[in-house]
């Protein structure tokens, strides 16, 4: 699925040439904690967070009196286009170890994607399915909601199972025996097979 639009906000862009002073203005004004670098075409070159400030200048005891966006922007920028998926967005966020990243057309930024607004999307949809769950659950019948436990329980118990994998062998022969027995009663008591 192509990236949603609430999931997207507008990008503040800046000039590469602009000075830092301004750029830390510009956050401020607009209560972000990135710009968009842009290039005398428009087209993005590079991200400033305020973490860029933070340790490129004031870190450094800079003059940014006479410092540009260009010397302490990050060059290495990472983006995605609208038509990647939400899963490819989280995956390359997480290998380059960013939080935000500039959705580019042509080279062009179009709108910004950040973890944290997909974090909320994630959590909303979550509560929704436990909601959808609940209101299943309630209606359902009690032999139903015995299979539904009996499958749950099993599920929960083979993962278990998967990460004793790496246990020693004992360890590991015990617990998997006294999981068998555990199921068994389970099936018996709500009637399984």
Not at 24 to 39: I, Q, S, T, W
Not at 46 to 72: E, F, I, K, P
Not at 164 to 191: C, H, I, P, T
């Amino acid at each position: 699925m192509p990236i949603e639009t609430r999931l997207t906000r507008d990008a503040v862009l800046i000039s590469v040439d602009a000075p830092v002073e301004e750029a830390a203005h510009l956050m401020g004004r607009e209560a972000v904690g990135c710009l968009v670098c842009v290039d005398a075409d428009g087209k993005a070159a590079g991200m400033l967070t305020d973490r860029d400030l933070a340790l490129r200048v004031v870190g450094r005891t800079c003059d940014y009196h006479t410092m540009s966006v260009s010397d302490v922007m990050t060059t290495d920028l990472v983006a995605v286009s609208a038509e990647d998926r939400l899963e490819t967005i989280v995956g390359r966020m997480k290998t380059r170890g960013v939080r935000r990243v500039p959705v580019l057309e042509n080279d062009r930024p179009v709108s910004l994607v950040s973890l944290d607004d997909i974090l909320q999307l994630l959590a909303a949809e979550l509560h929704d399915l436990g909601t959808e769950a609940r209101q299943r659950y309630r209606h359902s019948t009690a032999a139903a909601r015995y299979e539904h436990l009996r499958e749950g329980t099993e599920h929960r118990l083979e993962e278990i199972g998967h990460r004793l994998a790496f246990a020693n062998w004992f360890v590991r022969k015990s617990f998997v025996d006294e999981l068998d027995s555990l199921r068994d009663r389970l099936r018996k008591a709500v009637g399984g097979d």
